[in-house]
Structure formats: C-alpha cells, structure tokens
C-alpha cells in the first residue's frame, strides 16, 4: 500500500490530478476500510477477512482508532453512523455526547452575561458524556456477528504492545504538551517530547477496554472505569456524576435521504447539522448544469458558496437536538422554498451576508474529528464520524483510565449569537440543557444509483465537513472522477460567518481568485490551511472498491 507523504502544501495534489496520469487508490476485490491510521484500517479489514460484517469491521476500528489516534479516535467522545443493508435499506445511529444533567443555558457566562473564554472548549468544563461506547454496543447488539471479544482484542493488544508515532502525531502530541499540563493535575502518558518512530505503548487504556470487553456498557458507563471518570471530573472541579452516565442512550435515528440528479444521498440527521445542510445545498445547485461549469472555475466557487451561504445561515437559526426542538427539516429542504431562498443570488456579484439571514419557513462542528468509511464482502456500508470536538478534545486525560474525555459542549450555543471554536453561530434552538444534544456538522453519508451502493464518504473538519463532504459528492457524480483523485482535489469553504471563502493553498489558480475578489469576495488563504481528511470508499462499475485516504493525513485504505 502507497503512503503518500504530509506536506503543509497541497500543490502536490494539484498536480497529481493532472490529466496525464490519473490518480488510483488503493483497490479491493471485495471489502475495505478506509480510516485516519493504517493500524485502524487493518485491524478493521482483518475482521472482514474472518468473515465479519461491516459492523463487526466499524466496532474493532472505532476501538482501534481510540488506541492508535488519540486526537479524535476515542471511547470518551462521540459520533455518528450511517449504515446500508446489501438489501438497500438504510438506518443511522446517534451516539453523539449528552450535556450532563446539571448543564443550564448560562453557565459558560460571566455576571455581566458575556461568555467566559474557553471555558467551554478546555479543560473539565467542556466536557460533555461520553457517546462511543454506547454506541459501539448497539450496533453489535443489533447487527454484530462475530463474538464481541474478537472485535475488542485487537485494540486492546495495540494499547499494550504500543504503536509508532508518526511524524504528523509527535508534531500535534509535541503542540499540545502545554495544554495537556494545563488541564490535568499529574503527569499524563503522552506528556513527552516525541519524535517519529517513538513507540507508545497504554496500559491504562488496555486494561479499560478490557472491562468494555468483559462486560460491555457496564464495563464503561458502570464500575471501575465510572468510578475512575466521574472521580477524576469532580478531582478537577467538574460535574459529571453516575447518573449522567448509567442514564446516556445511544438512539437509532431515521436519515436524511433525498435525491440528486438520479442519485440517492443518504446522510444523518439532526442533531448533526450535515444531512439538513448537504440536502439544501445540493438542491440549491441542482437547478444548474455543471457539465457547463468547469470544476473549481470562478462560477463553480460562485454557485456553491452563495448555496453554502444560505444553508449555514438557516443551520444557525433552526438547527439543534430533535428530542429538545421542534426543527422544520421538511420545509427546510423542500425545493420550493430553497430556490426562493436562491433568487437573490447573482453571477455578477457577491451576495453580502449581512444580507441574508435565515429564511422563512412555513410552521415552526472539529477539525479534529476523525471518519472511516467501510464496505463489506456482503454488500453493506457503514459511513462513521466520530469525534472529541477539537484535538484531543478538552484534554482532560482520565486518572487510571488512560484515555481522554471530549469538550463538546463547546458545540452548544453559549450564546445566541456568540460563535463557537469554528466560528460558527447559534441561536435558542442550540441553547445548553440538560441532557440535550449537541448540534454537530458531522455528515457521514452513504451514496446509491439505481438501487445499487456507489459511495461511502465521509469527514472531520468541523465547520468544513459538510462543504467537503459537499465536493467529493460532486466531483465523482459530476465531474467523473475517481476516489482517490476526487479526494486529492483542493477544497473550499463558506459558512455565512466569518464571510470569507476558505481555500486550501495553492490549488487554486491567480486567475480564479482575482475574479473572484473582483465580484467582491474575500479570500483566506494561508499555507496550513486543511480543509477536512476524506475518506472514502467508491464502488467502480467492475464492483471491485476504490479506496481514497486522504493525503492530508496518515489516513489508509486496506482491503482485499
């Protein structure tokens, strides 16, 4: 398998997609698992081989990533999936993090009423309960073939024995020793000067899977590692108590599914964002044909950051948990309403958006996340976002548990109108209560035609998730594009606000962008600029699978 270097540029990728030599990812007859890490990647296509499912394959890679990729891998996190029968039918599972029960709308604010920096983002209290193994258990409780213990060992046994550091890990593990020390009261095991090759190795972390091994939730919501988690929070001065764990649900969700130009887009629904936003921007460019716009021309940036603009907007005022807020996801993605929304767009010039708010309806994210995309011999795909919100999450590292708790609760609305890490803004409907679900741009999403899967894809990003998701759609079902060409391409981002469009450096040509600011765009371009890691899985018209790993990353496809 082909390992293709980080480098901070991505003209590399440009050139790499040249029209003389088309780029191929990796191919597999029959299965594959494409994911942040090659040692999560093949402990994931390994339980294929023995003849496992997909959702045998999505439990021994989320497991493994927690071990091999601390950043966004986890057990102390959250996420999201989106799963396809190999009879077509389609389901998904909410496993994202809760705000304990003793979260209330002001408590990130100051007497005066103004939002206390970072303390929603850092350190004990961000932190939100933990989703993943909960989720974990469901989906072998509904889907699991293999005994549950064979899909646990393998991470355990990489915790033990260790795994190297690669040289993108020691550089983020060596950027966030200071916070580490910050947030923690005792010498964590990954405060230390790393260099590529080191090899570290988590007996803590073994000996909890372990339990998770032995005795399934009970093994993590209940017992020793309860204790460990809810001692360590209160330690530190948080909140988190028993309750708020023995009380956490993983909830089977019925997808956002819509269709586009003949193709079948199934994706999650609330309280992730991507499934709402992906269904209005895609139906507010479909009116358009593509075929005439060259792929990342001026025009095709135009169109969709003006779709983006709109859909970000309505995403800050409507969108938030289901089980908390009445969301019109309906009328939100019902094609009347998004071409009216679309009327003020203009090819001559930049719609400004202070201009655009939400739009009227009828009643009524990290860049450290991680995804993994994964087709089994059987035919089924499961499409698998998950998460600590910003790297390593709030870096509070559990005392004897070895493994670190998320700071999602910076994905709620601490208040309306004030954004977020990302930059993004909220409203009432995303306000903090107790027990609610914060509201993610997580889009894990499963592509079909004529009945038949095509696409498994997904992103971390934060904020750029859906737009990335949004593009890799695009570049295969319109601009034919293979998997792993689609994912090298350079990407761009607008969110309503900050009102710029992100552009990954020097994938875009002098010509574009000075159009571009001559209809009164603004541009941010800088050299560390990655917008989202795709990986993904497409199924070539041979039914053979293509893998695309993101180059801006160690990620790795690995099948047979």
Same mark, same amino acid.
Request: aromatic content about 8%; charged content about 20%.
């Given at each position: 398998?082909?390992?293709?270097?980080?480098?901070?540029?991505?003209?590399?990728?440009?050139?790499? #997609?040249? %029209?003389?030599?088309?780029?191929?990812?990796?191919?597999?007859?029959?299965?594959?698992?494409?994911?942040?890490?090659?040692?999560?990647? /093949?402990?994931?296509?390994?339980?294929?081989?023995?003849?496992?499912?997909?959702?045998?394959?999505?439990?021994?890679?989320?497991?493994?990533?927690?071990?091999?990729?601390?950043?966004?891998?986890?057990?102390?996190?959250?996420?999201?999936?989106?799963? &396809?029968?190999?009879?077509?039918?389609?389901?998904?599972?909410?496993?994202?993090?809760?705000?304990?029960?003793?979260?209330? %709308?002001?408590?990130?604010?100051?007497?005066?009423?103004? $939002?206390?920096?970072?303390?929603?983002?850092?350190?004990?209290?961000?932190?939100?309960?933990?989703?993943?193994?909960?989720?974990?258990?469901? $989906?072998?409780?509904?889907?699991?073939?293999?005994?549950?213990?064979?899909?646990?060992?393998?991470?355990?046994?990489?915790?033990?024995?260790?795994?190297?550091?690669?040289?993108?890990?020691?550089?983020?593990?060596?950027? /966030?020793?200071?916070?580490?020390?910050?947030?923690?009261?005792? /010498?964590?095991?990954? =405060?230390?000067?790393?260099?590529?090759?080191?090899?570290? %190795?988590?007996?803590?972390?073994?000996?909890?899977?372990?339990?998770?091994?032995?005795?399934?939730? =009970?093994?993590?919501?209940?017992?020793?590692?309860?204790?460990?988690?809810?001692?360590?929070?209160?330690?530190?001065?948080?909140?988190?108590?028993?309750?708020?764990?023995?009380?956490?649900?993983?909830?089977?969700?019925?997808?956002?599914?819509?269709?586009?130009?003949?193709?079948?887009?199934?994706?999650?629904?609330?309280?992730?964002?991507?499934?709402? #936003?992906?269904?209005?921007?895609?139906?507010?460019?479909?009116?358009?044909?593509?075929?005439?716009?060259?792929?990342?021309?001026?025009?095709?940036?135009?169109?969709?950051?003006?779709?983006?603009?709109?859909? @970000?907007?309505?995403?800050?005022?409507?969108?938030?948990?289901?089980? @908390?807020?009445?969301?019109?996801?309906?009328?939100?993605?019902?094609?009347?309403?998004?071409?009216?929304?679309?009327?003020?767009?203009?090819?001559?010039?930049?719609?400004?958006?202070?201009?655009?708010?939400?739009?009227?309806?009828?009643? @009524?994210?990290?860049?450290?996340?991680?995804?993994?995309?994964?087709?089994?011999?059987?035919?089924?795909? $499961?499409?698998?976002?998950?998460?600590?919100?910003?790297?390593?999450?709030?870096?509070?590292?559990? %005392?004897?548990?070895?493994?670190?708790?998320?700071?999602?609760?910076?994905?709620?609305?601490?208040?309306?109108?004030?954004?977020?890490?990302?930059?993004?803004?909220?409203?009432?409907?995303?306000?903090?209560?107790?027990?609610?679900?914060?509201?993610?741009?997580?889009?894990?999403?499963?592509?079909?035609?004529?009945?038949?899967?095509?696409?498994?894809?997904?992103?971390?990003?934060?904020?750029?998730?859906? /737009?990335?998701?949004?593009?890799?759609?695009?570049?295969?079902?319109?601009?034919?594009?293979?998997?792993?060409?689609?994912?090298?391409?350079? &990407?761009?981002?607008?969110?309503?606000?900050?009102?710029?469009?992100?552009?990954?450096?020097?994938?875009? =040509?002098?010509?574009?962008?000075?159009?571009?600011?001559?209809?009164?765009?603004?541009?941010?371009?800088?050299?560390?600029?990655?917008?989202?890691? $795709?990986?993904?899985?497409?199924?070539?018209?041979?039914?053979?699978?293509?893998?695309?790993?993101?180059? &801006?990353?160690?990620?790795?496809?690995?099948?047979?």
């Amino acid at each position: 398998m082909k390992k293709i270097a980080y480098l901070l540029t991505i003209a590399f990728l440009v050139a790499s #997609c040249s %029209k003389e030599e088309k780029i191929i990812g990796v191919i597999a007859d029959k299965a594959m698992v494409v994911s942040a890490r090659v040692e999560a990647s /093949t402990i994931g296509s390994d339980i294929l081989k023995k003849g496992g499912n997909a959702y045998d394959a999505m439990i021994a890679t989320q497991l493994a990533l927690a071990v091999v990729y601390p950043q966004a891998g986890n057990i102390g996190g959250g996420g999201f999936m989106v799963y &396809r029968q190999n009879d077509g039918s389609t389901g998904a599972l909410d496993f994202r993090e809760k705000a304990p029960n003793s979260a209330h %709308k002001d408590m990130y604010l100051d007497e005066k009423g103004d $939002v206390i920096p970072e303390m929603s983002s850092f350190g004990v209290h961000s932190v939100g309960v933990p989703g993943s193994v909960a989720g974990i258990m469901e $989906v072998y409780k509904k889907f699991g073939s293999l005994p549950f213990k064979e899909l646990v060992q393998p991470a355990i046994d990489l915790a033990r024995n260790g795994f190297k550091v690669s040289k993108m890990q020691a550089r983020a593990l060596n950027g /966030t020793r200071k916070r580490f020390q910050k947030a923690n009261n005792y /010498t964590i095991a990954f =405060d230390a000067e790393w260099k590529e090759g080191d090899i570290i %190795k988590l007996e803590e972390l073994a000996q909890t899977l372990e339990r998770i091994r032995d005795k399934g939730m =009970d093994g993590f919501y209940k017992g020793k590692t309860a204790d460990l988690m809810v001692n360590y929070v209160t330690e530190l001065g948080g909140k988190m108590t028993h309750e708020d764990l023995t009380s956490y649900q993983a909830v089977w969700r019925k997808p956002v599914s819509f269709d586009y130009k003949g193709y079948t887009i199934t994706s999650m629904t609330l309280p992730a964002s991507g499934g709402i #936003c992906l269904a209005q921007i895609l139906k507010a460019i479909e009116p358009y044909d593509l075929s005439k716009i060259e792929h990342n021309s001026t025009k095709y940036i135009q169109l969709l950051t003006e779709a983006e603009r709109r859909s @970000y907007a309505d995403r800050a005022h409507y969108l938030g948990d289901i089980d @908390y807020v009445d969301v019109p996801i309906d009328s939100l993605t019902d094609a009347d309403y998004i071409n009216d929304r679309m009327k003020s767009f203009s090819w001559d010039k930049a719609t400004k958006s202070s201009d655009i708010s939400h739009g009227t309806v009828l009643g @009524y994210e990290s860049n450290e996340t991680t995804h993994y995309s994964i087709v089994d011999a059987f035919g089924n795909a $499961v499409s698998v976002t998950t998460t600590l919100n910003t790297g390593y999450g709030s870096k509070v590292f559990v %005392k004897g548990g070895g493994f670190f708790l998320n700071n999602e609760m910076d994905d709620f609305s601490s208040k309306p109108g004030t954004p977020n890490v990302y930059g993004l803004l909220g409203s009432k409907a995303n306000a903090i209560a107790p027990g609610k679900r914060m509201l993610s741009s997580m889009t894990p999403t499963i592509v079909s035609y004529n009945g038949k899967l095509k696409m498994v894809v997904g992103t971390p990003g934060g904020s750029t998730i859906i /737009t990335s998701v949004l593009q890799n759609i695009l570049n295969v079902v319109a601009y034919d594009m293979g998997m792993q060409e689609s994912v090298n391409q350079a &990407r761009f981002h607008h969110q309503w606000y900050p009102d710029n469009i992100r552009m990954e450096p020097n994938g875009f =040509d002098s010509i574009t962008k000075n159009k571009l600011k001559a209809l009164g765009y603004e541009l941010l371009e800088r050299n560390s600029l990655i917008i989202g890691r $795709v990986d993904a899985i497409l199924v070539l018209p041979n039914g053979k699978l293509e893998g695309g790993a993101d180059p &801006r990353g160690d990620d790795a496809a690995v099948g047979f």
